[in-house]
């Protein structure tokens, strides 16, 4: 039995608001573009993706998960700004370039389980086929504000679904550099995607996700 367990994408959240349905909007490459300059009269720093990444547990579930593997998708793309003084951020990033099971990303996340080769491709065909429709919509976007208790109030979009959501943040800023990191937990069902599942249920992924992100900035 094939062992594939994949993924959607990002950060989750206390307050939630109805969802919406989002058009696939312009093609792979011109979505990212839209956000590397600042805001207008509002100083920006430039999101670092070598510095950055967002990476996403996805966990087995089941009568038969002993079969399977958790399994780690990363992103190492994410372009865009922070703009300190207006307590705002656009960011995103490609959903069709985001790694699987890069071991030093399994060991932060206390996974285990090294998958074999054969696995791996078998989980990112699935992630970027069926489950993220990764073709349809490439980019996922993330404007985010923050609140006076530190939180970001966060307006996602992914798989065509934007959801507004309050995500924990720990944020630090200087005359170099912001950055803002922090783990949450979201489900895939509430950005319309369906858990990978096969054999009628008795393989599958767990609805809920991980997400560990880090996000630095500078100028």
């Known amino acids: 039995m094939k062992r594939f367990l994949a993924l959607p994408l990002l950060l989750a959240a206390c307050g939630q608001a109805p969802t919406e349905r989002a058009s696939p909007g312009p093609g792979p490459a011109a979505e990212p573009d839209r956000y590397r300059a600042g805001p207008s009269g509002a100083a920006a720093y430039a999101v670092d993706p070598g510095a950055s990444f967002i990476a996403v547990t996805v966990r087995r579930a089941g009568l038969m998960a002993w079969l399977g593997h958790d399994h780690l998708v990363a992103s190492h793309t994410l ?28 060991r932060e996340a206390g996974v285990a389980t090294r998958p074999s080769p054969q696995a791996v491709e078998g989980t990112r065909r699935n992630m970027l086929g069926p489950v993220l429709e990764a073709r349809r919509y490439p980019v996922v976007v ?55 599942s096969i054999g009628g249920g008795l393989l599958s992924v767990q609805d809920e996700l991980e997400v560990r992100y880090n996000i630095v900035a500078k100028r």
Do not use: C, N, W, Y
């Open 79 to 106: 372009a865009g700004h922070v703009s300190p003084k207006a307590d705002r951020a656009d960011i995103s990033f490609r959903a069709d370039q985001m790694t699987v099971d890069e071991p030093q990303l399994l």
């Open 142 to 196: 993330l404007h985010a504000a923050r609140l006076p208790d530190g939180r970001l109030r966060a307006a996602i979009t992914l798989h065509g679904v934007t959801r507004s959501l309050d995500l924990p943040a720990v944020v630090q800023v200087d005359a170099a550099q912001v950055s803002a990191r922090g783990t949450a937990r979201l489900k895939q069902t509430d950005f319309g995607i369906t858990p990978f």
